[in-house]
């Protein structure tokens, strides 16, 4: 490993020069100063990142904002973290984890103040969120993962909720579903303005109607326990439901052991998609989920990339919007018609159909059907 | 928020007596710095974090080195991200997490070389791991989440998977089952030395001895798929087994998927445990799983606390094991002793039982039973 007595000798200068330049403690001439830099180059000398940084003014660091509860993250979360740390590593910049919710804006101002973080990408933003105004009066670069209400002055990378959701309901629509219920985060949860689940409310709603469809929708707690509450909710309001599209991952799997309980078959009574989820998290369901594939490494790779665009002094204004993909797997299929108990009508069924009706010989339909 | 100009006038000292003492590059009499420092403290002020770590030689970063791949991490694994990012926040210090595999012993030297972590914790640890070598000669304080094969000169805070395993047996011992297979990670993650796959093989081993009783053991690729071919494999080769005790998590969905396929019910046929799991995932399932619950958020935490002890200058070696504490939910019950077909022998079976007799009528049980 090279030394700084290594690039004072080759670069012809005296050891305190090397390092002046390093810290930037005392002006240094132009080309004295290039002959130092070319001389650690050609070493390939680390220097001490905390001198480098001082010097350039930069320290390389770059904060993920986010916040962290017990609950921990899941798969689907957490490859925004892992792609935006891949990014960081793969441009030479180290990446902080930093946990900071909503409500933790004067850690926020006191970590800005340090001066430690050349930019920072936030996480989980609100449509109302705090942090981001701290952060630009402290001007600390930013790029957000979501949306504020006005981002007229924001770069930001997020999912495209509009297009995803749309695709969702196409699916369902172009498989005869026509009592399709959204299952969203809770109401606590969309009333504090969480963009997914806003975003994704109005684009039902706006989906639904583009078909000349009623937007059936229930809140979920974010667990099994609340899943399976809201599925029973949602076949007492709506008996005749033939699919549900879920925004809500931890409660997915509490949907569909309610629907196992209940006798209920995926798919051949009732078809689910799950939105904005990973494959990992797909393939755990029997059978494997259709998904709207969550683009969460991408974005993350995307808003760090965005961001040292930035700091480079090259970045405009930068948004974009990537919609999730349609994956059909095992848990949708035709809309079932046929009320319960007869089994009898699959003759008048389509062909297509055939390979789908319902092999439950009990015949339990969703109530009151 | 105060500057350094407010500093000076409070410390009645010169502007540049200040930057001195924050960059440390021209010496100051411990007088003096003490007042200066003293007035920092009073006004909360917030030095430039370089400067302040060029003067102290720390950084107050502390990195987190973990494997990172496409596949990100189960809710599991991020646990013990969070619990380690929240214990350096609480003590003012920041977590960087840098994906460094196996493989990136050279990129970890000169990770190490540019000084900015004052210390790391290294999760993922195999058996035989170069990485561990590597930061030792860098002369970076480590403590491990995890141990290597030799650990007489480490600091680690790792799961105790002897007391895991112990118990987890024990449990379905209790509940009579006697043919108990054990589902691992994939044979070539146990070739390679993972340190929870070979210690749970060994620990069932044990434990399964100490009660007399034959260790059936089979490997499963991390994913849904790898559970089925596993769970298959298994009952074709122990057709009579009546529990699984599952150290995949990735896998444990698939083999639940299997069981239904096969029309099997948990745990009515065949008890199933999760080994080193979080309950949000036992919760994903229906029923829930019986797990034994990984303490991954205060494994995180304490390998932390544990580092910054070490920086303190107070940390002895530090050697800690925490087991998974046993956490009973629906997927385990009585052993089957009934041969499939023979619901009239519930009579004969303990009252203990009686709530558990097989209610699938076509008394599809275990092949060959």
Same mark, same amino acid.
């Given at each position: &490993? ?21 810290? +930037?403690? /005392? ?5 004295t100063r290039d002959k130092v830099l070319a001389a ?15 010097? =350039? ?17 899941g798969a689907t979360e957490t490859a925004f973290v ?20 909503? +409500? ?18 936030? &996480?989980?933003? %609100? ?9 630009? *009066? ?24 509009? %297009? ?14 026509? /009592? ?10 969309? *009333? ?8 994704? /409310?109005?684009?039902?709603?706006? #989906? ?25 909710? #949602? ?14 991952? =931890? ?26 989820? =990973?494959? %990992? ?12 594939? =969550? ?20 970045? *405009? ?20 018609? $046929?009320? $319960? ?29």
């Open positions: &490993m090279a030394t700084m007595h290594d690039v004072a000798r080759l670069a012809r200068v005296s050891v305190s020069t090397v390092s002046y330049v390093l810290t +930037g403690t /005392r002006p240094i001439s132009q080309a650690m180059a050609e070493l390939d000398y680390q220097p001490n990142a905390m001198a480098r940084g001082l010097a =350039s003014r930069r320290s390389r660091i770059v904060g993920l904002l986010m916040p962290m509860d017990e609950r921990g993250l892992t792609g935006a740390a891949a990014a960081a590593s793969a441009a030479g910049y180290h990446l902080v984890l930093s946990p900071v919710g909503v +409500g933790d804006v004067d850690d926020l101002r006191r970590l800005a103040s340090q001066r430690m973080l050349d930019g920072a990408v936030l &996480m989980e933003v %609100q449509v109302s969120d705090a942090r981001v105004g701290a952060l630009q *009066e402290a001007g600390v670069p930013l790029v957000l993962i979501g949306r504020t209400g006005d981002t007229s002055d924001l770069s930001y990378v997020d999912i495209d909720f509009d %297009q995803t959701v749309r695709e969702a309901v196409a699916h369902l629509v172009g498989l005869g579903h026509r /009592r399709i219920v959204y299952v969203n985060h809770s109401a606590a949860t969309i *009333e504090a303005g969480y963009g997914p689940a806003v975003r994704t /409310r109005e684009a039902f709603v706006a #989906a639904m109607a583009g078909h000349g469809l009623e937007p059936l929708m229930i809140p979920a707690e974010d667990s099994a326990a609340g899943g399976r509450a809201a599925l029973a909710a #949602a076949l007492a309001r709506t008996p005749d439901l033939t699919a549900v599209l879920v925004m809500n991952e =931890s409660a997915i799997f509490g949907i569909l052991g309610e629907l196992t309980t209940r006798g209920l078959r995926v798919p051949d009574d009732v078809s689910v998609v799950s939105m904005v989820t =990973s494959p %990992q998290v797909a393939e755990l369901a029997t059978p494997a989920l259709t998904a709207m594939t =969550s683009p969460g490494s991408a974005l993350g790779r995307m808003a760090v990339e965005a961001l040292l665009r930035h700091l480079e002094g090259a970045g *405009e204004q930068h948004q974009q919007l990537l919609p999730c993909a349609l994956e059909i797997r095992g848990s949708t299929g035709p809309a079932s018609t $046929a009320p $319960a108990g007869t089994d009898d009508l699959t003759d008048h069924i389509p062909a297509a159909r055939t390979g789908r009706h319902r092999i439950d010989p009990t015949g339990s339909g969703p109530p009151g059907t």
